[in-house]
């Protein structure tokens, strides 16, 4: 069945435009600038790679608006299986997405002390650097407030797949676990920083619940039936 005949696959589709630059913007772009324990290291990488900096921040608002379509997509796919649950998954959604926009402008801010505007010649270079690693900071606490709601989401939306009868329940269950490691991944970044690359080593495995939801929709696709609408 082709894209155009299965919603399922039209939403696989959607969700791989959202994912391409949302992974460039969180995992490329910071594993090319950003040297963990060296901040001086982090703002050189940073003034000689202004270019895929900006690249980032722009992947990112790509990400976020695509973000709101998938949400839709989401919705018409599967409000038939429970429309209250549906409309909860693209609440959250929604409310992750102006905490990620907003959070591009610390980034936008790491560049601006970066490159040493004219208005900013009052203070020194190690100023300005020290400036620029807290915002850089600051951004990646704000991934780990957005975090929370992109673990949120995952929980109404892998009961939609549990239960909807056209979905391998596997599936539902994966959304589910996925969830709670983006949860406990924010909550200890933010809490007990000290531990995060533990925990985080040890959720991994339960990290990919999405990515197979993501493929089944491309390969497999969905077709919600008609008869198994319902309100609540």
Known sequence: M?????????????????????AFALMYVPSKVIVHGNPAATINNI???ESLFRLGIAAQLISQALFILLALALYDLLKGVNQRHAALMVTLIVVSIPIAFLNELNAIATLVLVHGADFLSIFEKP????????FLNLHGHGFDVAAIFWG????PLGLLVFRSGFFPRILGVLLILNGFTY????YTSLVLPQYEDVVSRWIMPFQFGELLFMFW????????KPSLARVA
Do not use: E, H
């Open 183 to 186: 949860l406990v991944n924010s």
């Open 2 to 22: 082709s894209s155009t005949q299965n919603p399922g696959r039209r939403t696989g589709m959607l969700y791989l435009l959202v994912s391409i630059p949302g």
């Open 127 to 134: 100023q300005r650097d020290a400036l620029a690693i807290l």
């Open 152 to 155: 949120l989401w995952l929980f």
């Open 217 to 224: 929709l491309l390969i497999m696709g969905a077709s919600p």
């Open 47 to 49: 003034a000689a790679s």
